[in-house]
């Protein structure tokens, strides 16, 4: 069998974080909100009911595309997409097709070749359409949606597999919520998308005729349909059919893509200027503010963050992820001055109750400041670890600092050496046949006192100055 190409294009839709709806006065609505109880005329499509341009909407939109790296349209028009279907109750959907506010750019992608750059076509702004809900014997239209800011990024058939289009998407989803433009939350409906695939034999330089998969939003429904309507489409060629154009839906439940309708094309929509909204005009000196605002990129933070605070690649690439455990990393190493120590800290204890809890570090009361204190109240031997490791949880579920409680509770770590010696003392006492076994050579007795007198002290002694201690005292009875 001819070896065969595979081609794939990504159109991503992602709901802006706005506070109200692309063209009215209407709030974003939530999930548990009754069905059509957030509409107004003008999402609701009534006769003579006029748009009004949502101006964050517009700034949002632009902010993607400078993170992106496309080139900003700074005159920009909207238009009319006629199509009939319940889900638009004015029979078109306002969007842009002509002049788009991005185009260009690109997101990079690491795969087993190296890094890829996947190139973007462009970004167009629009507004959502209605959800339909599908029962038994009838479908309901929730107009609640209709009319949210959408913002649509439009790849280059430049993806070659479900893998890469996966990493794709993780890297864009990474990039938009630390532009703070959208949360991208795929349970939320925040970020939908639209699959076209393709395959044609080896050697051939015209793509293959495509299908688009329509509305997938969970990352493991469109890789699972990736792969299923790639062996689809190589089986029929494979037999000598033809790949037709059409728009194919995915049916978890069966595990298989489904055809929907032939595939329109920009004509069937009979595209149309909007006649009630004005071009969007952009000053170059607001966009240079806009760039201005934009926060570092992901990958260039991870770097920066191995190089400033001495930090291992897997350390800066976990912390780099999410923007805010980025930011409190930052501001707690800032402090006391110990990257390594922060890092260890927030990968291992802090990310456990983070875990346990379902939180967010900007959910929890615990502070960068709280952090970094406590950091220095074990470098200075004032406590030790374990007493550092009680005094966490606390921290992370009502905020304080760590220096007040260590104060107020007596926690200070206990160094003076004669205390510590009577402590040993009754450990070695106590524990004769451990005695023992370490002179009969079993060295790992030695930790086991180690841990009788950090017992005896309730926690307070000095490890280090225990362990030195214990080890010349058996040394003396060898």
Not at 63 to 73: A, D, F, P
Not at 97 to 116: E, Y
Request: proline letters at 5%.
């Amino acid at each position: 069998m001819s070896k065969y190409l595979i081609t794939i294009g990504l159109e991503t839709h992602v709901q802006l974080k706005t506070n109200t709806k692309m063209f009215c006065g209407c709030g974003i609505a939530v999930l548990d909100r009754e069905p059509n109880t957030n509409v107004c005329p003008v999402c609701l499509g009534y006769p003579g009911a006029l748009p009004v341009m949502n101006r964050e909407a517009v700034k949002l939109t632009v902010m993607s595309g400078l993170m992106l790296g496309c080139e900003i349209n700074h005159v920009s028009t909207f238009d009319r997409k006629n199509y009939f279907y319940p889900d638009m109750s004015k029979d078109y959907q306002i969007t842009q097709q002509a002049k788009p506010l991005c185009q260009g750019g690109g997101v990079t992608i690491q795969t087993p070749a190296g890094p890829k750059r996947v190139r973007i076509n462009h970004i167009h702004l629009e507004e959502d359409a209605a959800k339909i809900n599908h029962y038994a014997r009838f479908s309901g239209v929730d107009f609640n949606r209709c009319g949210t800011p959408l913002m649509e990024i439009v790849s280059e058939p430049d993806l070659s597999s479900p893998d890469e289009a996966m990493a794709y998407l993780l890297a864009l989803k990474q990039i938009l919520v630390y532009a703070g433009v959208s949360d991208c939350n795929l349970e939320e409906g925040n970020l939908r998308c639209d699959v076209n695939i393709s395959v044609r034999p080896e050697g051939q330089a015209q793509l293959g005729t495509r299908a688009e998969i329509k509305n997938m939003n969970t990352f493991k429904g469109i890789y699972a349909a990736l792969e299923y309507e790639i062996a689809r489409q190589l089986a029929t060629v494979a037999r000598g059919g033809v790949i037709v154009q059409e728009t194919r839906r995915w049916e978890p439940d069966l595990g298989e893509t489904q055809s929907m309708r032939s595939k329109e094309n920009a004509h069937d929509y009979r595209y149309l200027p909007e006649p009630d909204l004005v071009p969007v005009a952009l000053a170059p000196e607001q966009v240079a503010a806009w760039r201005a605002a934009l926060p570092e990129m992901p990958a260039a933070r991870r770097e920066r963050m191995m190089a400033e605070y001495g930090i291992p690649e897997y350390d800066a690439g976990v912390l780099a992820d999410a923007r805010e455990n980025a930011d409190f990393f930052e501001a707690a190493a800032r402090l006391c001055g110990q990257g390594k120590t922060v890092s260890n800290w927030f990968m291992t204890e802090i990310m456990r109750l983070l875990s346990e809890t379902g939180k967010t570090i900007t959910e929890c009361p615990l502070t960068p400041a709280a952090l970094a204190e406590l950091v220095v109240l074990v470098d200075t031997r004032v406590i030790n670890g374990p007493t550092a490791k009680e005094l966490l949880p606390e921290l992370f579920r009502e905020g304080g600092m760590p220096d007040a409680l260590v104060r107020a509770r007596g926690l200070g770590q206990v160094s003076d050496t004669s205390a510590l010696e009577g402590f040993v003392e009754q450990a070695l006492a106590a524990n004769a046949k451990s005695v023992e076994d370490f002179r009969a050579g079993k060295k790992a007795a030695a930790g086991f006192l180690v841990g009788q007198v950090m017992k005896l002290s309730k926690g307070k002694a000095d490890p280090q100055l225990v362990g030195k201690l214990v080890a010349e005292k058996l040394a003396g009875l060898a």
